[in-house]
Antibody, heavy 117, light 107 residues
């Protein structure tokens, strides 16, 4: 049974950074990639970016360029996403997922990041 | 970025109905179109990838069609478990994008 387990909820102040982890039960990212998606309260899904496990290349959505970093630790089958300079409208549930053939077939349970002063 | 527009935004239907959701892309995405189902408080679930391929374990009442800029998700004989929000997502471009979602409600 493939599982992606994300780190717990975070509360941050504006201007702070957050790093969300996504641990896979096996090396499911191998030869595929990791995608990150967020969902603000009562809103739709927003694609943030993708990291290729094959060559380590990242693609970030333009609105997150320079503020988001996606990485993986292959030794622990864990993916990470760091968001810097948090604003109140970054409050959302952040999801990781395995990217395969242009879709996300396995998803983490989501991590709530609340940004409030 | 490629914009994805779903219609309708909300759909009221009854158990047993045939339901169709449309997703239009602002430019061609080829066959790189996926559909997801999401229930409140849960992560999305992949239903269809590459426009018409049914993900393993997804009931056959779900089907996808289309190419280029226009795609449809059809649910034949709507079941109680199908009341949810559905999203399309393109991956043809460097930057993936989702549609705004279609909520399927009980009539």
């Amino acid at each position: 049974q493939v599982q992606l387990v994300q780190s717990g909820a975070e509360v941050k102040k504006p201007g702070a950074s957050v790093k969300v982890s996504c641990k896979a039960s096996s090396n499911i990212f191998m030869s595929y990639g990791v995608a990150w998606v967020r969902q603000a309260p009562e809103q739709g899904l927003e694609w943030m970016g993708w990291l290729s496990d094959y060559n380590g290349k990242t693609n970030y959505a333009q609105k997150f360029q320079g503020r988001v970093t996606m990485t993986t630790d292959k030794s622990t089958n864990t993916a990470y996403m760091e968001v810097r300079s948090l604003k109140s409208d970054d409050t959302a549930v952040y999801y990781c997922g395995r990217g395969r053939v242009g879709a996300i077939d396995y998803w983490g349970q989501g991590t709530l990041v609340a940004v409030s002063s | 970025d490629i914009q994805m527009t779903q219609s309708p935004s909300t759909l009221s239907a009854s158990v047993g109905d045939r339901v169709t959701i449309t997703c239009r892309a602002s430019q061609s995405v080829g066959m790189f179109l996926a559909w997801y189902q999401q229930k409140p408080g849960k992560a999305p679930k992949l239903l269809i990838f590459q426009a018409s391929n049914l993900e393993s374990g997804v009931p056959s009442r779900f089907s996808g069609s289309g190419s280029g800029t226009e795609f449809t998700l059809t649910i034949n004989s709507l079941q109680p478990d199908d009341f949810a929000t559905y999203y399309c997502q393109q991956s043809n471009s460097y930057s993936w994008t989702f549609g705004q979602g279609t909520k399927v409600e009980i009539k």
